[in-house]
């Protein structure tokens, strides 16, 4: 794992990939013009980020009040991480169901987002051996078709199955296929993919 610095802030490889993909995938839904998902997306980043941060007070209270300041510069692990995620997962289910708005679109800049993150985490990494390339053309094919077709609620469902074993694939050439990672994106794909289901049954 790489490390960053600017000034005094040192951060990993791959939370400069995450907020990169983040903010490239908010400023995507603006240019397919959709300001008020944009603003719901964004707070769904902010949520997962922050809630990862300050889940450090949940599993190291005591480590954590007699250091403050450690909060700027640790996290809550995989553990707070996934109290994140359920927190953002669940942010998002209530305003797509509240708000209306088609899963597919919320999935198109998900799936946006993931090829950008992991693009970016690669290249931060160093890492651009096979793994770089083969992800490279999966993910530029990937997005033509998102582009073309981020609207289409079934496309999008039949993309997310696709999406998830072409990235089970270039895990398992590099002997990833049972990382913290692809458990992640089976999580939250799994989610879209009901949601999706629900709509083309409407």
């Given at each position: 794992?790489?490390?960053?610095h600017i000034?005094?802030?040192?951060?990993?490889?791959a939370w400069?990939?995450f907020?990169?993909?983040?903010?490239?995938a908010v400023?995507?839904t603006?240019?397919?013009k959709?300001?008020?998902?944009a603003?719901?997306?964004?707070?769904?980043?902010?949520?997962?980020?922050a809630?990862w941060?300050l889940?450090?007070l949940?599993?190291?209270f005591q480590?954590?009040?007699a250091?403050?300041?450690?909060?700027?510069?640790f996290?809550?692990?995989?553990?707070?991480?996934?109290?994140?995620?359920?927190?953002?997962l669940?942010?998002?289910?209530?305003?797509?169901?509240?708000?209306?708005?088609?899963?597919?679109?919320?999935?198109s800049?998900?799936?946006?987002q993931?090829?950008?993150?992991?693009?970016?985490?690669?290249?931060?990494?160093?890492?651009?051996?096979?793994g770089?390339?083969?992800?490279?053309?999966?993910?530029?094919?990937?997005?033509?078709f998102?582009?073309?077709?981020?609207?289409n609620?079934?496309?999008?469902?039949?993309?997310?199955?696709?999406?998830?074993l072409l990235?089970?694939?270039i895990?398992?050439?590099?002997g990833k296929?049972?990382s913290?990672?692809?458990?992640v994106?089976l999580?939250?794909?799994?989610?879209f993919?009901?949601?999706l289901k629900?709509?083309?049954?409407?």
């Open positions: 794992m790489e490390w960053y000034g005094a802030f040192t951060f990993p490889a400069g990939a907020v990169l993909s983040g903010v490239l400023v995507l603006y240019l397919i959709q300001g008020k998902l603003d719901i997306y964004s707070n769904a980043l902010l949520l997962l980020l809630s941060k889940s450090q949940l599993f190291d480590g954590t009040v250091n403050p300041i450690s909060l700027l510069y996290h809550g692990g995989r553990k707070g991480f996934i109290f994140g995620l359920a927190l953002t669940l942010y998002l289910y209530r305003k797509i169901e509240k708000e209306r708005f088609s899963t597919a679109i919320f999935f800049i998900s799936v946006f993931v090829m950008i993150y992991e693009l970016a985490n690669r290249i931060l990494n160093h890492q651009t051996g096979l770089f390339y083969a992800s490279l053309v999966v993910y530029a094919v990937a997005a033509v998102v582009w073309k077709k981020w609207s609620r079934m496309w999008m469902f039949q993309m997310s199955i696709l999406f998830l990235q089970g694939i895990y398992a050439i590099e296929l049972a913290f990672s692809m458990l994106y999580v939250l794909f799994g989610m993919a009901v949601l629900k709509e083309v049954k409407k």
